[in-house]
């Protein structure tokens, strides 16, 4: 394993993770990411990673010969998984504390980082792309990827736009936690499928809700059943169209938030903006939920009445207010945290809350 000493601590933890697993530890305790819901724990048993790991080696055909760079939290799913595969697999591994863009601690290693030639699987959030996108630096360590991931949420719109124009091997992945990392793969880049592929061994299938079901050799043997509603596309392939729990109800009529968010992610495309930013329904004595959109930034891209008369939302769909927040909350895993972040802007809003 090779470190860039920015956090003397992280690695140490890092180390400990590697020494548990080479001495047979059976059982890794981790948390869900709590961005939306309650965060729980949740133990993964070493049969399970094994299997994950089996899967996706298959799946991109990983080698002892690849090179691993984990700069996801090692608190995730994402970020022991990675550590974990490069373990089991013996990749060479590379791990920089979680940020936003993870190659300027690299600078100084550069040479070292490019002499062996290797095939590097890298593993982003969206969030940490964006900001790889927007340095010109950290263009040639994507040239040497064997696979890039991106997960662990949704991938807005400008972004996708820039990933599918790529010629680097750039794959989506759909998972979770509970699924032991992901259990399907979208290749974006340099071909773009139709949806998301199960990975070897998986199997797939649309609940009574219209959620998606899936039975993997990661878990089991019952069916899991989750929040995420599914369409299905070319089989074998499917898209998740958003969040059986993510709809609000404002003044008796149904809102999507995942399909704001997309709204909004376009709208922010064709003005040529970007940001941070997410719907969110909050307690109203005349709505019962207001729909409310929060961006990142120093400055407002619009105003609602603009966004809605732009965008084919339905009826009653608009927006009752926009919110300019100067940060927003994020979780380990570089994940906004919508329930903090919002409840935080209502406390210090509304008085004695």
């Not at 993964?44 to 080698?63: F, K, N, W």
């Not at 120093?298 to 105003?303: F, K, M, R, S």
């Not at 329930?339 to 210090?348: E, F, P, S």
Request: hydrophobic residues 40%; negative net charge; proline residues 8%.
């Amino acid at each position: 394993m090779i470190a860039t000493g920015e956090d003397p601590d992280y690695e140490a933890k890092v180390l400990a993770i590697c020494r548990a697993w080479d001495a047979g530890q059976m059982e890794f305790p981790i948390k869900t990411s709590g961005s939306t819901g309650p965060s729980k724990t949740i133990v993964l048993h070493r049969q399970q990673i094994e299997a994950s790991i089996s899967l996706t080696q298959q799946a991109l055909d990983l080698q002892s010969s690849d090179l691993a760079f984990c700069c996801l939290s090692i608190e995730t799913i994402g970020g022991l998984m990675m550590i974990l595969r490069a373990r089991q697999l013996k990749m060479e591994l590379w791990v920089v504390p979680p940020t936003r863009n993870p190659f300027p601690a690299l600078e100084r290693y550069r040479s070292l980082f490019f002499s062996s030639g290797q095939s590097i699987l890298y593993s982003f959030v969206p969030t940490q792309l964006l900001a790889i996108q927007q340095d010109m630096s950290a263009y040639p360590f994507l040239r040497r990827a064997k696979a890039i991931l991106v997960g662990g949420a949704a991938i807005p719109p400008a972004l996708y736009d820039w990933i599918v124009a790529q010629d680097l091997p750039i794959w989506a992945t759909y998972g979770m936690t509970e699924t032991i990392s992901h259990i399907a793969l979208q290749q974006l880049a340099p071909v773009t499928d139709p949806g998301f592929k199960p990975l070897p061994g998986v199997s797939i299938r649309q609940g009574l809700e219209g959620n998606l079901e899936i039975l993997s050799p990661t878990f089991g043997p019952d069916w899991l059943s989750t929040r995420d509603a599914v369409e299905w596309t070319t089989p074998p392939f499917f898209k998740i169209i958003g969040r059986l729990d993510q709809v609000i109800i404002s003044g008796g009529v149904k809102i999507h938030l995942t399909e704001v968010d997309q709204a909004i992610g376009q709208w922010l495309i064709d003005k040529h903006g970007s940001g941070s930013y997410f719907s969110w329904g909050v307690h109203d004595p005349v709505w019962g939920q207001k729909l409310i959109v929060f961006f990142e930034g120093t400055q407002l891209p619009g105003d609602p009445a603009e966004f809605y008369s732009a965008t084919s939302l339905p009826a009653h769909w608009k927006p009752k207010e926009f919110v300019l927040l100067p940060q927003f909350q994020w979780t380990a895993s570089q994940k906004i945290d919508k329930i903090k972040t919002a409840n935080d802007y209502l406390k210090n809003s509304i008085p004695n809350l």
